[in-house]
Each structure stands twice: as C-alpha cells, then as structure tokens.
C-alpha cells in the first residue's frame, strides 16, 4: 500500500487529531523546541510521552572536552590490550531533576569516574596501522551486546554481528590486526540483534582512529567533533521509541558535540578535524554559517589522493565521519559550525512528508587571524587506486533495493502496543525483513564487485557495509547517471529516495558480512541483510 496514506482512516477521531496537532506542530518546526512528543510505540502506541526538556535547558557554551582516550594495557610494541565495560552512568543534566542514567562505555579501570561529568562517549581508541588489537567486552548492560567495529577491516567474526550476542553478565574478547593502508576514522558500536538503535540512543558509541606511519598531515594540530544525538524528556529520563522515531529514525531535540550542547572551539592555526556522525538518524549537512570555505581531506576509510578545498558544504549521513582543514581566518573572526537544513524526506503520520527541519548550530568557532608559520597543505595525500576503472563498468552483480511497507491492521491489532518494537512497520532489503538465518547475498573473497543500491523508498537511506571500504562509482537518479568525481574511500554512503549508487567493493576474508540502513531504528526493524563471503 501506499505507505504516504497509511495511517488516515484507521484512527479514532481523538487519535487523529493528536496526529493532527503533531502534523501541525512538525510544521511549526517545533520538533527542537521541546513540545510533546508523539504517542510511544512500545509500551502503549496510543500514550503520549511525557513533555520533553526545553531545547536550552542543557548548558552551552563551554569550550569543546577533548574526548578520553583508552589506555593500552600492553607493553608490548604493536599491541593494544584494553577493557572495555558497558554499564549505566549517571549524568546531572537538569537542575533540579534526577540525575539521566545513560548507557556507557568506559574501561574498567575508570568505574569510579563514571559519576563524574565528562562526556558519555565511549573512549577514543588511538591505534597504529599494523597494530593487534585485543579488546574485552564486559556486558553490564541487562540485555545483550556486542561491539561492532564499524568500517574496520576486521575478520568477519571478530565484528560484533548479531549472531554473536554477549549476555549480560558475561565477557567476550575481540581480537583483530589492523592491516597496513586502514588508517582512518571509525568507531564502535553496538550490533545486537534488534537493540541496536536503543544501545546507541543511550550512548554507547565510541570513537576509534588507526594512523599510518607515513601519515602527511601528522604535524597537524588535530580536533575530534564526535556528533551525537539525545532525545531528553523534560524530568530527566531518555525516554524509549515512540511511533515517529521507529518510522523516521530517532532524532532528539539536542545536538551535541563531545557529549556537549554546542561547544565553543577556538582556532589558532589550521587545524585537522576528524568529525563523525554517531546519531541515530540525524543528518547532518556540515556548514558554517557564514559560508566559509572549509578542505574536506578525509573520509570513512582515510585520506582523498588529494585535499579537496572550497569546500562550503558536507553531507555526513548517520555513520559517517570525515576529515576536514578549517583554516584561520583572514583577521579574528567568528562562526558557528552548523548542519544546515537538509530535507530527507521524513514521513508524516497522516499523508506528505514532513518539511524539512531548522539549521541547527553544533559549535561556536572563534578564528584568529593567519599567523606566520601556518604548515601548507601538501598537495598530494596519498595514492588511491580505482576498484573497477569507470570505462569498464559492466552490468552489476549485486543489487540492493532498500524498501517499505507499512500494515495499518497489524499497527493496530489488540497486543500491537505492548510490543517492545511496532507492529506493521517494515523496513526491507530485497523485499524481505531481516531474518538471520537467511543469507541475502554471497560473493567470493578477492572478488571487486559492481553493486547498485537502489532506494525505492520515499524517504533517504543511507548504505553501509561492514568489513571493507568502497568506492562509489556513480549515482543515478530519473534515469540521468552521474559519474562520482570523488574517489575516496567509504563504508558508509547515503541513498536519496528515489536514488541508485553504484559501488566498487571487494571483501577479503571468509564469513557473514552485515549491510543495512545506518538509521538504526531501520537497522533493528529489519533493513538489513546479511552478505556470505566464501
Ligand atoms: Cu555502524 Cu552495522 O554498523
Ligand atoms: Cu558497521
Ligand atoms: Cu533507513
């Protein structure tokens, strides 16, 4: 059915005009300004939330944490040994109100410092190409766990996949070696099986950086803006899904950078800053609001061949990260770093879309005038090789198509709302929700491969793939292609509605591969397939 018109004629007419008023305060670009909430899904779908906190009721304005970094337990040269616990901490968000109990990751020598206020984010995990990495798990969560190594070239059962649950309660050690040419910006999450989205809207999610010893930028004086999302109900709890953010993807009313409402940077001289995108579902256009050029010289997978200046605007889809050059300023000046508007074309509980919402500032930036010894960019980052040569582009071998559907009797049948996930709401790859004994696709080891990715939904997507980096190769949209200029390395790549991005990807070890949507809530209901590499 046509899922733009799936809710209207099946509601009371007091449910219908609570969607109505939604519909209308949505209009008003309310959404950050904390008004009610829509009806949750779990735990009774037709029950408002209670209010949310006000959109300043969180402090701004002090100077950007730097996020902690885990430290290595090893000695050993070329090994990194740590431990890492997910557990609740407790943070004093609103005046007056009970502490939030968020969801962490913190290394076990540091328990006594979860009470303290730094940012929630999982630490930094700081490593060298070539390096082995050993990580264990302790799950002090009461629902299982994993960590999913996101965009790194990890054995296929050493990636946190949902097969491989942790119970709470128990240990699990992670162990990989990180092969020459992965240096890059990735992070860490949780993957289990259709818990994923609260996991990380709780705030497990941690940062994770490999370096090459031949790295051109090492000089650079280097800022991490690790960007999540937090949805903060108005007596201090985080409260679960409701109904728009499993259709939507979750998106609260505060941005925040290192765990922070918009921090202040201060710039002295060019700087490197690797940014990521750990929220559930927010885009974010990157900007500042003076229009100000910025050098995008990273991505997912590391450096470009080249750095790519005058660049005023950035896409980063949920899960993405890059790395940027933001330059001093002609004389003191300035910014706020922004995600300006971007309209994915979220769905509307009666019929349409919903309008796209207000820029939001992520950070103040204050900018000194250029100095003498600002370092040049060199002009040539590293080399990349093209997977598939554009000129040989054959017929695809894999295909991709991101679907919905949306079932008003099953939202609706007696029991619906007390489901810990909704009813009704499909999120598909290939025509099917995820079913993990079902292997979607298989490819052989070694083998580049042309996939497209089609999104025949009405709403954006974004694709990624666990276990390697590709290269997009073009997209194409009302039968006009466009050729990708950038040849860069990613594992993460949004899909517009309407959309096709074709990709060059090769995977070079045996075992389960996940791909699915990075909005998490679409994750867990089911847009996702698994990929058997033999
Ligand atoms: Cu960052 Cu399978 O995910
Ligand atoms: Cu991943
Ligand atoms: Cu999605």
Not at 49 to 55: H, K, T
Not at 125 to 150: A, K
Not at 253 to 263: D, F, I, K, S, T
Not at 502 to 522: K, N, S, Y
Request: aromatic share 6%.
């Amino acid at each position: 059915m046509k899922r733009r018109a799936f809710l209207s004629g099946a509601l009371s007419a007091a449910t219908a005009t609570l969607f109505a008023r939604r519909a209308f305060a949505q209009d008003a670009g309310d959404a950050m300004h904390g008004m009610t909430d829509m009806p949750a899904m779990s735990g009774g779908m037709m029950q408002a939330q209670g209010p949310l906190a006000a959109a300043d009721a969180l402090p701004a304005g002090a100077p950007l944490a730097a996020l902690r970094t885990l430290a290595s337990q090893s000695r050993e040269p070329g090994q990194f040994r740590a431990t890492l616990v997910a557990q609740p901490a407790a943070r004093a968000l609103l005046r007056g109100k009970p502490q939030t109990v968020f969801w962490q990751y913190d290394a076990l020598d540091a328990l006594a410092a979860t009470a303290n206020d730094g940012p929630v984010i999982g630490p930094l995990i700081d490593v060298r190409e070539g390096d082995t990495v050993e990580i264990t798990f302790v799950n002090r969560l009461r629902q299982p766990s994993t960590i999913h190594w996101h965009g790194l070239p990890v054995p296929p059962d050493q990636d946190g996949n949902p097969s491989k649950p942790v119970a709470p309660g128990e240990r699990h050690v992670y162990r990989f070696t990180l092969p020459q040419g992965s240096a890059g910006t990735y992070w860490y999450h949780p993957h289990p099986h259709m818990l994923s989205s609260e996991q990380v809207f709780r705030g497990l999610a941690g940062p994770f950086v490999v370096r090459a010893a031949d790295d051109p930028l090492a000089a650079w004086p280097e800022r991490h803006l690790f960007v999540s999302d937090l949805k903060l109900a108005a007596d201090g709890t985080i409260p679960a899904n409701g109904m728009m953010d499993w259709m939507n993807g979750r998106e609260g009313q505060y941005v925040l950078v290192n765990g922070a409402r918009q921090p202040h940077i201060e710039v002295v001289r060019d700087e490197r800053w690797r940014v990521w995108n750990g929220c559930n579902a927010r885009y974010l256009q990157l900007a500042f609001d003076d229009g100000r050029a910025f050098t995008q010289v990273g991505t997912d997978g590391g450096l470009l061949g080249a750095p790519r200046g005058g660049v005023t605007s950035l896409l980063l889809a949920p899960g993405e990260r890059a790395e940027l050059i933001v330059h001093v300023g002609q004389g003191a000046s300035r910014a706020s770093l922004i995600a300006a508007q971007y309209d994915r074309h979220k769905m509307a509980m009666t019929h349409g879309s919903l309008p796209a919402g207000p820029s939001l500032i992520l950070a103040n930036v204050g900018f000194a005038p250029a100095g003498a010894e600002q370092s040049a960019l060199p002009s040539r980052l590293r080399p990349i090789a093209p997977l598939i040569s554009s000129g040989s582009l054959t017929v695809p071998e894999k295909s991709v198509v991101f679907g919905e559907a949306m079932d008003m009797k099953a939202m609706h049948a007696p029991g619906a709302s007390t489901q810990p996930t909704p009813r009704g709401m499909r999120f598909m790859v290939n025509g099917a929700v995820f079913d993990p004994a079902r292997v979607t696709l298989a490819s052989r080891r070694g083998q580049v491969e042309h996939w497209t990715i089609a999104n025949g939904t009405d709403m954006d997507h974004p694709f990624h793939l666990h276990g390697t980096q590709f290269q997009v190769l073009a997209r194409e949209r009302g039968g006009v292609r466009k050729e990708e200029e950038l040849l860069a390395w990613r594992d993460t790549v949004n899909v517009q509605h309407g959309e096709t991005v074709h990709i060059a990807t090769v995977q070079h070890e045996a075992g389960d591969r996940m791909f699915h949507c990075h909005i998490l809530e679409h994750e867990d209901l089911g847009m996702m397939g698994t990929l058997r590499v033999s």
